[in-house]
C-alpha cells in the first residue's frame, strides 16, 4: 500500500524558532513536494525536489528550505518562524502519474 | 508559467442531482488533467484523470472533458450522493518524466444536501 507519512500532525511553535517538518514515502519515488493549503488559496507549491540532493523552488519559497539527503526523505525547514507561516502542509510524492499525499501537518506559530 | 483557474470556489446541490466543476489552464504544452478530491481533514486523492489525446473518460458517476482548443477541463459527478461532500481540486501539468510539478486550482466546496 502506498505510503506517505509526516511526522507531525499537529505542531505549534513560537515566532523565531526554527521548524523542521519531515516526509516520508516507501514507493521509491524520485519525485518530492511541499505544499501549503490556505483557505481559498488552494495548494501552493513551495518546494520540490526530483533527485536526492536536487532541488528547486515553487510558488512561494520566501521563508522556507528544503533538505533532500535520501531518496525517500524530503524535509521542509523554517529558518525564524512567523505568525503568516501558520497553515496546513502537505508532502507528496509522485512517480510518473498520481500524486500521493501525506496527511499533513498543522502549523500554529504564535 | 502554467495558471489554473477553477469555478465556482463553492457549489451546493441537492442528492441525486449533478454537479459540474469547471477549470481552465493557460499553457497549451500542458497534457495531462487529474482532478483531486479532498474530504474533511483528510489528504487529496486522485479520482480521476484525463490526458490531453482523449476528450472525455468516465469512471462510474464521474467524468471528465477536455476541450483543448479552449483549454479548459470539467469535472462532471451525476447522481450525487452525500459522500461526495468535499473540496475538489483540478490541475495542470505537462507530463514527462514527472519533474514537472502540478499545478493546482484553488479548490471547490462541493456540499451534497440530503
Known amino acids: 500500500d502506498v505510503k506517505v507519512t509526516q511526522s507531525s500532525r499537529y505542531l505549534v511553535k513560537r515566532t523565531g524558532e526554527k521548524v523542521f517538518l519531515e516526509c516520508v514515502q516507501d514507493m521509491d519515488h524520485e519525485n518530492m513536494f511541499w505544499y501549503r493549503q490556505d483557505p481559498g488559496l488552494g495548494l501552493r507549491l513551495i518546494y520540490f525536489?526530483?533527485?536526492?540532493?536536487?532541488?528547486e523552488k515553487g510558488d512561494i519559497p520566501e521563508g522556507y528550505s528544503v533538505s533532500r539527503e535520501k531518496k525517500e526523505r524530503f524535509s521542509l525547514i523554517l529558518e525564524s518562524a512567523s505568525t503568516n507561516q501558520t497553515s496546513m502542509y502537505l508532502c507528496?510524492?509522485?512517480?510518473?502519474?498520481?500524486?500521493?499525499f501525506g496527511p499533513g501537518t498543522r502549523l500554529t506559530v504564535l | 508559467g502554467e495558471n489554473v483557474e477553477q469555478h465556482p470556489s463553492t457549489l451546493s446541490v441537492q442528492e441525486g442531482d449533478s454537479a459540474v466543476i469547471k477549470c481552465t489552464y493557460s499553457?497549451?504544452?500542458?497534457?495531462?488533467f487529474p482532478w483531486y478530491k479532498q474530504e474533511l481533514g483528510k489528504r487529496p486523492q486522485l479520482i480521476i484523470d484525463i490526458r490531453s489525446n482523449v476528450g472525455e473518460k468516465k469512471d462510474q458517476r464521474i467524468a471528465v472533458t477536455l476541450n483543448k482548443t479552449a483549454k479548459h477541463f470539467s469535472l462532471h459527478i451525476t447522481e450525487t450522493q452525500p459522500e461526495d461532500s468535499a473540496v475538489y481540486f483540478c490541475?495542470?501539468?505537462?507530463?514527462?518524466?514527472?519533474?514537472?510539478?502540478?499545478?493546482f486550482g484553488k479548490g471547490t466546496r462541493l456540499s451534497v444536501i440530503a
Open positions: 490541475a495542470a501539468s505537462l507530463l514527462k518524466s514527472g519533474n514537472t510539478p502540478l499545478v
Open positions: 499553457d497549451s504544452a500542458s497534457n495531462y
Open positions: 507528496a510524492s509522485t512517480g510518473l502519474r498520481e500524486q500521493f
Open positions: 525536489s526530483y533527485d536526492v540532493k536536487m532541488k
